[in-house]
DNA sequence: TTTATGGCTGTCA
DNA sequence: ATGACAGCCATAA
């Protein structure tokens, strides 16, 4: 059959299965931007993790993807301040920053037991 | 179509 | 440890 792949559907379920994965991490535990794109099956998709959140649902807990240094990544001039909110949403939740306003990721990082669930 | 812009990351000085 | 750079890749204009 005739078809091109010009506009297809399948194709927003990128960002369907990037929110899917961060839905997945628990309470009070983080993960990083390249773990979220690999489980999500976006090698090398990082950034693009960062712009899906940026557009995600209200039911997906942004707040627990930071990046791999630990630390949470500054928005540029339109999200400022969502950092602030961002840090305090964690803390509410139990995670702990260090002076230096980081995540140790050897306690805090989300381990799920499977690569990726559905 | 081409260009610019990101809530990134790994490597090197 | 920190700072600069180059890859990365999808979206928006």
Do not use: C, K
Not at 47 to 75: C, K
Not at 80 to 86: C, E, P, R, S
């Amino acid at each position: 059959m005739g078809e091109g792949p010009h506009t297809e559907p399948a194709d927003s379920g990128r960002w369907q299965r990037i929110w899917a994965q961060v839905r997945r991490i628990p309470e009070g535990r983080v993960a990083t931007y390249g773990q979220i794109a690999e489980l999500a099956g976006v090698p090398r998709g990082a950034r693009q993790v960062g712009y899906a959140l940026h557009r995600a649902p209200p039911d997906v807990p942004w707040q627990r993807v930071i990046n791999a240094r630990g630390e949470v990544s500054q928005r540029s001039a339109d999200g400022a301040g969502a950092d602030q909110l961002q840090r305090q949403l964690l803390e509410e939740e139990g995670v702990e920053f260090d002076l230096a306003g980081r995540v140790d990721l050897a306690v805090w990082r989300w381990r799920p037991r499977r690569p990726a669930a559905r």
